[in-house]
């Protein structure tokens, strides 16, 4: 028979407590630890990327891209609307006719509507560049996801909304998304700026015609700023083609819209994984 004690029966291994493993709760504390850190660490290193500015070198491929798409949206907006999206020269023009014979046609409602989209989101890209920092990462692939979804909600009503041939030519089908591509075509021209790539617009070919046909290196070899002018006029043209084979195709302005929105998207991808600025030591 056991002996009692003044602490219970001796010998009651079954009343007893099983011992705790020594390292449990360590091993676990310190494991709780470790994921706390690789978090904070793989949120440090995602703030740092996108807060890091970006390296100029290159970037004019971007911006070259985009006279794909002015050339896509220009094209096919002259073709259905008769009114430019991105080039407010043109549109210019065209409000001067109209108020010159006000009487005589009301389609030059569409490029004042068009040049002052474009006004707007000269000022709203431009300080939003200006306040955040211009070649900031985040700032550049922001710019182009707000340029991605405007064309994309341009294109969602085109392709939804009433066919603008069925309904007045200055509907709201047709000013609103001549209103969004034109403010969304202000943010590539910002963004030349931002990158100091001051002669890529995306906007304006006749002063880099200018500028490319009064070099005086235009046959030399090595030459990257001739390259560029002349990239520029070629990309635009071929964007100018496919938007006409678009707006004349089965899938209309429709078409030209969503591929300008698929090649914005690409530039959002491009800003994403550029490479950062190199800082010298």
Known sequence: ?????????????????????????????????????????RRGG??????????????????????????????ASISIWRSFVSMQTGNTVYIGLGLARPA???????????LA???????????????FSPKRRWVLTLSFIVQFF?????ASMVTWGPDEHESDELGWNVLAPIALIAFQSAGQAVASRALKFNALTSVVLTSIYCDL????FLLKLDNPERNRRLAAPIMLLVGAIAGGLFSHSFMGIAGALWAAA???????????????ERVEE
């Not at 405007?150 to 341009?154: G, K, N, Q, T």
Request: aromatic residues 10%; contains cysteine.
């Open 104 to 114: 005589e046609s009301k389609t030059w409602v569409k490029s004042l509507t068009s």
């Open 150 to 154: 405007l064309i994309a909600a341009a």
């Open 1 to 41: 028979m056991s002996q009692p004690t003044k602490y219970g029966t001796v010998g009651d291994a079954a009343a007893a407590p099983a011992p705790a493993p020594a390292n449990g709760p360590v091993v676990d504390e310190e494991q709780s630890v470790q994921a706390g850190k690789t978090v904070k660490s």
């Open 46 to 75: 995602i703030r740092r990327r996108l807060t890091v500015d970006l390296n100029r070198e290159w970037a004019d491929i971007v911006l070259i891209l985009c006279y794909l798409i002015t050339g896509l949206l220009d094209s």
């Open 213 to 216: 046909f009064s070099d005086p």
């Open 117 to 131: 989209c474009f006004c707007v989101g000269s000022i709203v890209f431009s300080r939003f560049h200006r306040f």
């Open 262 to 276: 698929i090649l914005k998207f690409f530039a959002v991808v491009a800003w994403l994984l550029w490479p950062e």
